[in-house]
């Protein structure tokens, strides 16, 4: 099957042109102004952009949590992902704390083996680094091509590692060029303040936000920061969502070292006056949570700066029923909330339309720096000859609405009902074949296939 797709202007994150593409089978074979080549499919991308697939690396999909699973599993997730350009996912394995790293990937690929309708991958999240674990590590880089290891400051008991266990896994992940990620925020701090207002009888969702304040995000950044200059590993951290998190990022690069970060579409639009809606503020329960306006406009111009690599959705829905397991108590509400399927339009529509962000800047953060950071670059996150033929196709001026009425989500509310977004998703291919044109769904369960990544780290 080929195709060619003509008169688009095709824009990745570093050229800009209104050009033809040709593909062939799974891949892109030429890149010209009015190719003569004889195609399958003819598509006519004039007055569209056309822009290499999107890619999320931090989704929460089929995942056990407080008791419950997030509401989209592999299919419903990467399907509503594709609907809005996202064409690969990274999601995270848990490990269970006294199991191996094995055991918790042969559960979460049980979940996800042929039953994606998207490309996807994995973090490998440690929960219980001990010398058996150790083992695993080397492992995992390079049979099952898992180069990015997850860490959690928080969640003591279930998730958290201390310091100790964190450096020893820097260490040994250096070892294979692979990176460690983090989920940076004191989690003893927010414990403490966890106990005090449900003490105090103080358990509505706004109580959540007053659990998490912006230092405990700050110090724990600049913790890891630290750490991750000590031993020299790759480190990354995930939803950054405040300005004293990114001076911490900032303070490691006065001294030449690097440490990437992500922010997620919803810390560089929401607020945390949506958690004085009493208990409809349980939408957005989400850790960490919302901040304040000044950390949006700090984020903005960490992505500006280069300080903020990619914007993420750190995607994990739960249906308004889960919600309600925290109608009494805060602390039990399930934390997360959908975005997988509007991360591209809502970031063309609050970047590059209101003037924040450039077109080449807006590829470069939905998804070419995730496929560098990640280990898939150039098969995907660009549109040149050879890469996998992930594409989008753009209409920059079309208005529309958001709501769950009419998202693909697995989730019965919106995060963002009734927001008018500018820019719309048309079509989109997935290694050379149309998975939504114009609002149909053409999408296959299994044809998603999993990336075997490579260490890597943009530099």
Known sequence: MSILIKNGRVVTASEDSVCDIFIE???????GKNLQVTADQVIDASGKLVFPGGIDPHVHLDMPFMGTFSSDNYETGTRAALFGGTTSVIDFILQTQGKSLRH????????????????????????DFNPDTRKEIGEMVEKEGITSFKTFMAYKGALMIDDRQMIGLMEEVKRYGAMVTVHATNGDMID??????????????????????????????????????????????????????????????????KVYAE?????????????????????????PPLRQKKDIEALW?????GTVQIVATDHCPFKWEQKLMGKDDFSKIPNGHPA??????????????????????????????????????PKKGTIGVGSDADVVIFDPAEKHTLSAKTHHMNVDYSAYEGVEVTGKVKTVLLRGKV?????????????????????AGLQ
Not at 104 to 127: I, K, P
Not at 363 to 370: D, F, G, I, P, R
């Open 192 to 257: 403490y303040l966890i106990a005090k207002h449900r003490a105090e009888g103080k358990l509505s969702p706004l109580y959540h936000y007053l659990s998490q304040p912006e230092v405990t995000e700050a110090e724990a950044s600049g913790r890891f920061a630290s750490l991750a200059n000590y031993t020299g590993a790759l480190g990354y951290i995930v939803h950054m969502t405040c300005e004293g998190a990114l001076n911490a990022v900032r303070d490691m690069a006065k001294k030449n070292k």
């Open 104 to 127: 918790a990937l042969q559960e979460w690929r049980g979940r996800s083996d042929g039953n994606c309708c998207g490309d996807y991958s994995f973090h490998m999240a440690v929960t």
């Open 435 to 455: 998975v939504v044109d114009q609002g149909k769904d053409l999408t296959e369960k299994g044809y998603g296939k999993f990336m075997h990544r490579k260490p």
């Open 340 to 377: 997988i399927e509007h991360r591209m339009e809502l970031l063309f529509s609050e970047g590059v339309a209101k003037g924040r962000i450039n077109l080449n800047k807006f590829v470069e953060v939905n998804s070419t720096n995730a496929a560098k950071i990640f280990g898939m670059f």
């Open 263 to 287: 922010t997620c579409i919803q810390y560089l639009m929401l607020d945390a006056s949506l958690y004085e809606k009493d208990f409809e503020g349980a939408k957005w329960v989400m850790s």
């Open 301 to 305: 111009a960490g992505i500006q700066q």
């Open 25 to 31: 089978g799974e891949t892109i074979s030429a890149i």
